[in-house]
């Protein structure tokens, strides 16, 4: 079913936003500082408002994705906003999307927080994840249309839990690629692509995650049996990497870094335990040295 929805901003991914709304038909308002970013989207048949008190006028659900929460606060300034419901989608913190939901709550307003985990260009895809938490039932009311942006993923009514999914997420990411361009670099020195390498990487992420599933319940539990590999037989393995890279005049900042936090686990008592074990120095039970 096709419904009226407001979308404010629309920088790189408002206007994806917007524009894959349309994609599905949606009758879609917008509302941005800079007017003429509209264009695209008013020729494909949006309707451009003229203020944003206007285009949230327009419609009973608003979806907003500007710069920071500020900008947003600032943008909607005192229009009325009861009994409309916002799903906001620009980043912050779990504390400022509490204090969101507070404010647009205090003024009568539905309230979702959400986080956007792809760029502009995954916008629209059913593979790509939008983490949304706040009330159930606004959740349930409009995720037949915030489908249109991509799997709409629901974490929870405490609204500040999408941004510190978020924020986990995108730390897995850049260890995640750092760890990948770090390799990338090493397999360089050797004359080996990007495009030769990445293939086999995306093969070994495959059997990561098996590894992530089976640490999850250890971390849970928090007892760690090292009976796949150990912390001191990955000590030992991480130094060859040190090696292999520092004789190719790669960078060894990263696996530095990562040893130095092995070498603590097993000072610690972690030894002979697995991996997983090393969530006791990031939860900051282990003392720093
Ligand atoms: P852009 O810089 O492209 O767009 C910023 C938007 O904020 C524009 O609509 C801009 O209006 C508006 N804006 C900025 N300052 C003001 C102001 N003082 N008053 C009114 N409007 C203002 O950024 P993105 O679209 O890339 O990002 C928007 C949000 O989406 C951010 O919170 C970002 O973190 C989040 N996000 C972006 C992703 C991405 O890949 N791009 C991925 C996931 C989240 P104007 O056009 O007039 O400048």
Known sequence: MTQSVTVLGLGSMGSALAGALLDRGHAVTVWNRTAEKAAPLVERGARLAATPAEAIAASPLVVACVLDYAVLRAVIGSVPLSGKDFVNLTSGSPEQAEEAAGWFGARGAGYLDGAIMTTPDGVG?????????????????????????????????????????????????????????????????????????????????????????????????????????????????????????????????????????????????????????????????VAAR
């Open 125 to 285: 895809s059913a593979e790509v994840m939008f983490l949304y938490s706040g009330p159930r039932p606004v959740f349930d009311a409009h995720e037949p249309v915030l489908a249109a942006l991509g799997d709409p993923v629901y974490l929870g009514a405490d609204p500040g839990r999408a941004s510190l999914y978020d924020a986990a997420l995108l730390g897995l990411m850049w260890s995640a690629m750092a760890g990948w361009l770090h390799g990338t670099a090493l397999v360089g020195a050797e004359k080996t692509t990007a495009a030769e390498f990445t293939p086999v990487a995306i093969r070994w992420l495959g059997t990561v995650n098996r590894f992530l599933t089976r640490y999850a319940s250890q971390v849970d539990e928090g007892r760690y049996p090292g009976d796949d590999s150990t912390v001191d037989v990955q000590v030992a393995a991480i130094g060859h990497l040190i090696h292999a890279a520092g004789a190719r005049g790669v960078d060894n900042a990263l696996p530095e870094l990562l040893k130095s936090m092995m070498e603590r686990a097993s000072e610690a008592g972690h030894g002979a335990d697995s991996f997983a074990s090393l969530v006791e120095l990031f939860a900051g039970r």
